[in-house]
């Protein structure tokens, strides 16, 4: 199958599909930047992946307001995965609740920015005006694929004299709807009743801060034939884990992520968890923000550590030696 995205998020895109095993089931076609212009239309999504030299007979097109409108024609299995915002593509949580007047912008899309000024007009003299009248801030959201990414922040905030501010994101997001992609259009079917690829159809209970991460998270767990319960946060997950205490029937496992912004985070959830069962098991889940937790996992009491953006086949693995009481 094919992904259809922006030019402003091609290099996101290649990224997760060079460092995951989706690359070979996913290819990517590149279609040109249309903010405030006219959206595409699916001849210019077919020529896209035709031009990418592609066969796909199975396209779906990622976008905002730029996304085609109507049914794809009869020769292309197509679906558009259309957003609030582009820039939720990288980070939900950071598209949620805006600044007014905030404009999100992403390395791709500043590289591209002195045509976008020139395609509406912007003279060097009035630019700055005319942005005033509608933007009073620049948020760019940094995956860190784009060596040259602060460079073209400070470029895009002298030109038009606006403060800039450079929020880092990581590709877990980007990564899950891909995974959650490749799910949809492969059309399998998750495990019967009482089949399981691990040890035994386990109960897990996931914590996840990131519903579009969480939502891939669970589906991946259910295609390994988990039963499963989510949490939002700390606080959550403690919550429901002695709520199932109080009904006889308790998790096998707990997924706990790291990081969760104005919530309670894995650390704190586990010393909670540990005070309601002491022989729960845990298995911690982040990336750079819990780099020291990761390296050592069982210093805290976890029974294993998972890297995002991590893949359902490393899920499997790590659960099937956690579940058969192997630390790892």
């Known amino acids: 199958m094919c992904i259809a995205v922006c030019g402003a998020f091609r290099p996101e895109l290649e990224a997760v599909l060079a460092s995951?095993?989706?690359g070979q089931d996913v290819a990517m076609a590149v279609l040109p930047i249309r903010c405030e212009g006219?959206?595409?239309?699916?001849?210019?999504?077919?020529?896209a992946v035709r031009g990418a030299g592609h066969a796909c007979d199975?396209?779906?097109?990622?976008?905002?307001?730029?996304?085609?409108?109507?049914?794809?024609?009869?020769?292309?299995?197509?679906?558009?995965?259309a957003l609030h915002a582009c820039q939720a593509l990288l980070s939900t949580e950071a598209c949620a609740e805006l600044?007014?007047?905030a404009m999100v912008v992403t390395p791709g899309w500043l590289r591209h920015w002195r045509a976008r000024v020139k395609q509406w007009g912007f003279f060097a003299a009035l630019g700055p005006l005319q942005f005033r009248e509608s933007v009073s801030r620049l948020i760019m959201l940094d995956a860190g694929v784009d060596p040259d990414a602060h460079r073209l922040l400070a470029e895009a905030a002298t030109l038009t004299g606006l403060d800039a501010v450079h929020v880092t994101v990581g590709l877990e997001e980007?990564?899950?709807?891909?995974?959650?992609?490749?799910?949809?259009?492969?059309?399998?079917?998750?495990?019967?009743d009482g089949e399981s690829v691990l040890p035994y159809r386990a109960r897990v209970l996931l914590m996840e801060h990131s519903p579009l991460v969480r939502a891939a998270t669970e589906r991946a767990l259910e295609y390994l034939g988990c039963k499963v319960q989510v949490a939002r946060d700390g606080e959550d997950a403690v919550a429901r884990y002695?709520?199932?205490?109080?009904?006889?029937?308790?998790?096998?496992?707990?997924l706990l992520d790291l990081a969760v912004a104005g919530g309670m985070g894995g650390v704190e959830a586990l010393r909670r968890l540990a005070d309601l069962d002491p022989a729960v098991k845990a298995v911690c889940c982040g990336g750079y923000a819990g780099e020291a937790v990761m390296a050592q996992p069982a210093d805290?009491?976890?029974?294993?550590?998972?890297?995002?953006?991590?893949?359902?086949?490393?899920?499997g693995e790590l659960l099937q030696r956690v579940l058969s009481g192997t630390r790892g």
């Open 99 to 101: 600044p007014k007047g």
């Open 20 to 22: 995951s095993r989706l």
């Open 300 to 315: 805290l009491g976890f029974s294993g550590a998972l890297h995002k953006p991590y893949s359902a086949a490393e899920l």
């Open 38 to 47: 006219e959206p595409w239309a699916w001849a210019d999504v077919l020529a």
């Open 174 to 192: 980007l990564t899950a709807r891909a995974r959650a992609t490749v799910l949809r259009w492969s059309g399998a079917a998750p495990p019967a």
């Open 58 to 81: 199975s396209v779906e097109v990622w976008g905002s307001r730029c996304v085609p409108e109507g049914a794809p024609p009869a020769s292309c299995r197509g679906r558009v995965e």
């Open 242 to 254: 002695a709520e199932a205490q109080r009904r006889g029937e308790g998790f096998d496992v707990v």
